[in-house]
């Protein structure tokens, strides 16, 4: 289960953010910076979609990743959700590596539904610098936080990345939403329930409910 809290950051406060003495004094280590690129794939129909699911393929500085992500929720910009992986040779799927890690029945009959895996096809994609801090907080709780700065992309239409996410890697949950606090008391952070492939739908089918 990922379980994450997004924030809108505005893009004049991006410099304001990465120099916040909040942000020093709770990471021991310098943040990392990596360029992440995401295709998004679903079927004509939307299969996936309909289903409140997500899958991609992402390049990262070190491997080709696909993802699928199913069920949960997001509210308040609190986002929680199923979330398998697997890494794969290069920019196309290879679900037959990722249905044996799918560990939840109703999630899994999504992806092995007879004939979809032939329909699906790419759609958007995601194109951001991700720079991300190790957050050491309170009752041995650890976070990550990420600073996504791009675009997402469907046909000729864009829309700006900015956002922060604040993803629970060990511990509690109230010690993350607390943090978020703090932070939000030192810059005008908007809480999102908006996810990336959300915005992808609503580039490239504006006429529909971009809901997922």
Known sequence: MEIELKLSVAASDVITLCNLPLLQQSAPQPPTTEHLLS????TPELTLKH????LRVRKT???WIQTFKGGGGAAAGLHQRHEWES???GPALELE???PLIDQPAAKAILAQPGLVERLQPLFTTDFERTAWMLHLAQDT???LALDQGKVSAGESTAPICEIELEL???QLPVLLAFSQELRQLLPLQPSNISKAQRGFALRFPQQDSSL
Request: hydrophobic share 40%; charged share 20%; proline share 4%.
């Open 39 to 42: 295709t998004y794939f679903d």
């Open 51 to 54: 289903h409140r699911s997500a």
């Open 61 to 63: 500085p070190h491997a």
């Open 87 to 89: 890494e794969v040779a």
């Open 97 to 99: 590596s990722l249905l």
């Open 142 to 144: 650890v976070v990550e």
């Open 169 to 171: 890697k060990q511990g």
